[in-house]
């Protein structure tokens, strides 16, 4: 049974800096294009950043230059350090996995983590 299991979630004041992780059991991430996606109240969801299993990196135009991301294969897990955070990124983050198999798309979600930026 794949799981995905979010942690580092938090509140924080605006400026402040976080890191969320996540670490995948039944899956190995190494086969995997990994994801951070978030939602805010009454939005949907949005891409925040991806990573190739070769380690190449997307960012949405909002948190570029503030959000890093980050695997580990060997350790089947996924990073992402946020800095200069805004009251906008308040938000449940959600780690994703996905991979293109001869079915068809195979996608897995964590539970998320909620990160809320206030003073």
């Known amino acids: 049974q794949v799981q995905l299991v979010e942690s580092g979630g938090g509140l924080v004041q605006p400026g402040g800096s976080l890191r969320l992780s996540c670490v995948g059991t039944g899956i190995l991430f190494s086969y995997y294009v990994l994801g951070w996606y978030r939602q805010a109240p009454g939005k949907q969801r949005e891409l925040v950043a991806t990573i190739s299993s070769g380690g190449g990196t997307n960012y949405a135009d909002s948190v570029k230059g503030r959000f890093t991301i980050s695997r580990d294969n060997a350790k089947n897990t996924l990073d992402l350090q946020m800095n200069s955070l805004k009251p906008d990124d308040t938000a449940v983050y959600y780690c994703?996995?996905?991979?293109?198999?001869?079915?068809?798309?195979?996608?897995?979600w964590g539970q998320g983590t909620q990160v809320t930026v206030s003073s």
């Open positions: 994703n996995a996905q991979t293109i198999l001869a079915s068809g798309l195979r996608t897995y």
